[in-house]
């Protein structure tokens, strides 16, 4: 059974300050990482993907995968009350489950004005 | 509009009934997916098409429920006769080969 694991939250973090949203994962072929964040009662929205060690940009979001702890984490910038959502962390499956993606239960964000 | 549409949005139904839900995937999207969110849940993998074919079917599709694609177009998902956990949010998703999916808006189905 191949897992993903979130902080369960949920965070709670003041607007201006950084969130850091984290996220392991039991599959250690897995090479595509995805964060979705998910307002209440909506679907997913995909909001970065990594493939590579190491950190990647994107405006005020940054993921860092590291492949060696399979450890992937979100961190958001400069938060805004906008980005009170929840944060769900997805891993490709390797081998012949490439196509499917595994999501943890993800993690709620409240930003406070 | 160029995302992906699913029909209805919501739907009550008894339980015991059948109910058929659709989606419209990006087009030129070649892979088609199905998942189930419960509440406090993150998205469960139920069914996978690669243009017509259903390539994977999850256990988690009990023989109540079956998805086609005919054509490789549009694709239905089928309950029959649904029962009371069977009420979730149903995602359908489509990607072009392996990049990340784009979620349609979802059909939130509930059983009474």
């Known amino acids: 059974q191949k897992e993903v694991e979130q902080n369960s939250g949920p965070l709670s973090v003041p607007e201006g300050a950084i969130a850091s949203l984290n996220c392991t994962y039991s599959d250690r072929g897995s090479q595509s990482f995805f964060w979705y964040r998910q307002y209440s009662g909506k679907s997913p929205e995909l909001i970065m993907f990594i493939y590579s060690n190491g950190d990647k940009e994107d405006g005020r979001f940054t993921a860092q995968l590291n492949k060696a702890s399979q450890y992937v984490s979100l961190l958001i910038r400069d938060s805004q009350p906008s980005d009170s959502a929840t944060y769900l962390c997805?891993?490709?499956?390797?081998?012949?489950?490439?196509?499917?993606?595994?999501f943890g239960k993800g993690t709620l964000l409240t930003v406070n004005p | 509009d160029t995302g992906v549409s699913q029909n209805p949005r919501h739907k009550i139904t008894k339980r015991g009934q059948n109910v058929t839900f659709r989606c419209d995937p990006i087009s030129e999207h070649n892979r088609l997916y199905w998942y189930r969110q419960t509440l406090g849940q993150g998205p469960e993998f139920l069914t996978y098409f690669q243009n017509e074919a259903q390539l994977e079917k999850s256990r988690l599709l009990s023989d109540r429920f079956s998805a086609e694609r005919p054509k490789g177009s549009f694709s239905t998902l089928e309950i029959q006769r649904t029962e009371q956990g069977d009420s979730a949010m149903y995602l359908c998703a489509s990607s072009l080969v392996l990049e990340g999916y784009t979620f349609g808006s979802g059909t939130r189905l509930t059983v009474v």
């Open positions: 997805a891993v490709r499956g390797s081998g012949g489950s490439n196509y499917k993606l595994t």
